[in-house]
């Protein structure tokens, strides 16, 4: 048979396995598969997964990293259960820290970087017209680049200990029926104006006012019962 040639191009990265069980167990905890407040066992999580117990120890690891699994030693490790305080106190804190990276990065953003950013809002503002969730996965890459062009490693670590938790509590809101869709669209409107104009001190106000639109949702999240007044922790 002939011999491949060897291609100039760097081979793909192997992805460790502890990120690979990762991402399915964030999936799964994202979309519902496990339940806020679930327990997870070693045991269960193994078999599922295909994987020794050492990749689903590091991939829990990160989760509680993130806020979104809580380990008591020789107890119990499960998937958060917040109560509504503790709700708004996500959402108040991710939009702080998204504002900081999006406020240092908006005159870092070169003009291409910054047309990425306007078609993401465009399609947001579309998506919201029409009373429909926006795409998760632009948004994420917007957030991405702006915390790349914010070139700050403290922010980077301070997001990544944020978004994912705030990004699970919404959508599980969203879930159950509830979005300030009015607010959002408001807010995707002037963000993306605010951007255009390479107002980084507006961009940053906006972004870090956008939760006390949201008084009537959280009202609403509050009367459901989604997330408990107080703690139902042991």
Known sequence: MPIPQNSDAPPAPRR?????????LFVAIMDGTVELGER????ELVAWLGVSRTPVREAIA????????????NRYTRIVAPTMAEFV???????????M???RATPA???QQLSTVLGVLDARVAAFEKREPEDAVALDAMNELLLSAAGSPSLVRLSLASGPRLLLLVRRAFAAGFFPWDAALTFSRDLRTAFADRDATEVGRLIRTQPESWTEFFSDVEASGLFPVESRRP
């Open 16 to 24: 460790l396995l502890r990120d690979v069980v990762y991402d399915k």
């Open 40 to 43: 997870l066992n070693d045991d």
């Open 62 to 73: 990160k989760l509680a990293d993130q806020a979104i699994v809580d380990i008591e030693a």
């Open 89 to 99: 106190d996500t959402v108040e804190i991710g939009y702080q820290v998204w504002a």
């Open 101 to 103: 990276s999006a406020e």
């Open 109 to 111: 953003l070169t003009d």
